[in-house]
C-alpha cells in the first residue's frame, strides 16, 4: 500500500517548487521598500516551512554588520542636535549629519587598543616611524657611478625597440672590434662604406654588453658565486681529478696576477674577484677622489678580519657606526678599552658610601667565583675561564652583529695594505670552496679591460612587449631586458645608448647582486676630494665623459640604483 504523500510528511515540497518560491522571494525583496522585518515575517507566513528548519542568522560580522552602531552614533548625533538651537535649513543638513555619522564611526573604529597617554607606547611609535626611512628621489642631468653589480636591467619605453633585434654578423663584429680597441666616437665607427642610423645603435648595443672574465668553464656558471646550496648538492668533480684542480689554480693565479699589474700601473680602473663567500672590489688610485690604489670586501665575518689583522692589514668598516662615528678595527679597540682598565685608578676611591656597602655583601659571592675558578685549574679545567672571557670579548665587539650582512664591508687603502692583501689572497685557502657545486672551482675575476688568460664574455639581450593599463585604456609598453654579470661601464654605456635612442624618455629597474649592493654606500661614505682629478691618459679603453666619473668624488650616488627614469635631460632614481 502506498501511504499518502500529505500524511506521510505534509511540509515537504518538490526542487521544482523550491526553486520557484525562491525566485518569488528574490522578486518580493527586490520590489518591496519595507523593513527587513516585515519581509521575514510575510516569508514566514507565505510559506510554511517544515518543522525543525530554522531561518538564517544575518552575519554581524559581515558587510552589514556595522549597521546597529551606526544607527546608535546617529541617534546621539539627533540628540545632541535637538539640544542645540534651531537654525534654518539651507538643504546641507542631511550631508552634514552624515559626513559626522561617518567621522564618528571611523573614530569609533580606529579606536586604539593602549592609551595614548603613556608615554613608552608614544615612544616604541616614533622609534618605528624612524625606522623606516622614506625612499628618497635624487636628480642629475648626468648619470653617476653605481659599483654594485647587477644580474638584470630592464628598459621599458613607449617607443619600440625595433633597432635592438636581429644583429647581423658584420654589425657584431664591427661591436666587438670596437669594445676591444677600445672606439666609443660616432666617427671613430664610422667606415668608408655608409651605415645606417639603426645599424649603428645594434653596433653600439653589442659593444656596451661586453666585458672579460675568467676563468671559462662551458659547463659551470661563474656568476653569480654567492648562491644557496641545497644539501642534496652533489660535489663538483674537479676535487677528485687533482691535475684539473692544479691547472684551474694556476690558471687563476696567472690571471689575478695579469690584472692586479694592470690595476697598479692604471691601464685597468677596478675589477672585481668574486668567491664563493665573499666579493672583492679593487680600484685604481684617484677613482672616486681616492688618492690611493684601494679595495672593498664584503660580506666579512669577524673571522676572516681576525686573518686580514693577523696579515698586518689595516682596514675600515665604513658603514659600521658607533655613536655616530666610524668604527676602526674593532679588535683592537677592544685591546685598548682591556689595556686602560688595566691601567686606570680603582674606581673604590670615588665611589659613594652606600655603593661601598654593596660591594661587602658581595664579598661573599666573589670568593664563591674565587674557589670555583680554583677548583676547575685543578682538576685541568682551566680553559673553560679563557673561553668566557672571549665570549664576553665576543659579545662586546658590535661587528660581530653584523658578520655577513651590508654593514661588514671592509675597506682598504694604500699601497702597502693592498699589496698584504694581494699576497694574502694568493695564500688564502678558504678562496676555492671544497665541497658543493663550486668545489675547487677558482673565484671568478670581472674586468672591463684584457687581462692575461681572459675570456671576452657578452650579456644576453632580449627585447620584447607588454601590456599596462593607463587610465581607462590597455596601452603598449616595449622593453629591453639585459641579463648577465653587468659591470659599471655597462650601465653607463646602455643609459647613454637608450636614452638616444628613444627620444630622451625611458624607464628603467635594476636587480643587483644583493652582496655588492653595500659597495656604493661605501664608497659614498668613503669618498674624498682628490687633489689630482685628472684623467689618466692610459685608460683608453673608455669615453672620456665615463673616465670623468670614474674619477669624481661619489658626492650624490648613497646607495645601489632600484629604479630610474630619464626624461627632459634629468635622471631620477631611487
Known sequence: MSVPEEKWSPGWRKPSEVMKMRKKKKLQRSTSGGSHKAASSSKNSSSPLRPGIVLKRRNPFGRGGGASVVRRVCSELENDEANEPDIPDNGKKSEQAETKAESALVSHQIKPSTKPEDPKVAET????????????????????????????????????????????????GRGLTNFVQGRFSDQDMLSEESISEDSLLRQRLKQSVMLWSSPSLPWFKIFPRILPESKDARTSFVVKEENVQKALMTQWFESFCSVYQLLRTGTCPYFYVCAHHLTILFRAKHIAGQNSIHAFLGPTT????ESLKNEGITYTMPLLKDEGSKYQDPHQVIEKDALEKDNSEPSSCSQSNSLQAE??????????DTMAASWLESIGLD?????????????????????????SVVFV?????????????????????????????????????????ATLTCCKVKPG?????????????????V????????????????????????????QH??????????????SKVSDHNEPNSLHRGFSKDFIDKLYRPQTIMQKAWKELKYSNGQFEWT
Open 359 to 368: 660591594e661587602e655583601n658581595d664579598i661573599g659571592e666573589g670568593d664563591n
Open 483 to 510: 641579463s648577465g654579470p653587468i659591470l659599471p661601464h655597462n650601465v653607463d654605456f646602455l643609459l647613454n645608448l637608450i636614452a638616444e635612442s628613444q627620444d630622451g624618455q625611458f624607464f628603467a629597474t635594476f
Open 465 to 481: 612587449c607588454m601590456r599596462q593599463i593607463v587610465g581607462q585604456r590597455i596601452q603598449d609598453i616595449y622593453t629591453l631586458e
Open 413 to 453: 687603502e694604500g699601497m702597502s695594505n693592498i699589496q698584504a692583501l694581494y699576497n694574502f689572497l694568493l695564500n688564502y685557502k678558504n678562496i676555492v670552496a671544497t665541497v658543493g657545486l663550486q668545489a675547487g672551482i677558482p673565484p671568478t675575476i670581472l674586468s672591463p679591460m684584457a687581462f692575461h688568460g
Open 383 to 407: 680553559n673553560v675561564l679563557d673561553v668566557n672571557s672571549y665570549r664576553g670579548q665576543l659579545e662586546a665587539d658590535p661587528s660581530v652583529r653584523q658578520d655577513n650582512r651590508p654593514q
Open 302 to 305: 669577524r673571522g676572516f678580519r
Open 125 to 172: 611609535l616614533l622609534e618605528e616611524e624612524q625606522s623606516v626611512p622614506d625612499e628618497v628621489v635624487q636628480q642629475s642631468p648626468d648619470c653617476p657611478v653605481d659599483w654594485c653589480l647587477h644580474t638584470r636591467i630592464r628598459f621599458t619605453s613607449q617607443i619600440p625597440f625595433d633597432w635592438s633585434s636581429r644583429i647581423s654578423s658584420a654589425e657584431e
Open 513 to 526: 647582486h644583493e652582496p655588492t649592493a653595500s659597495f656604493t654606500k661605501a664608497s659614498f661614505s668613503t
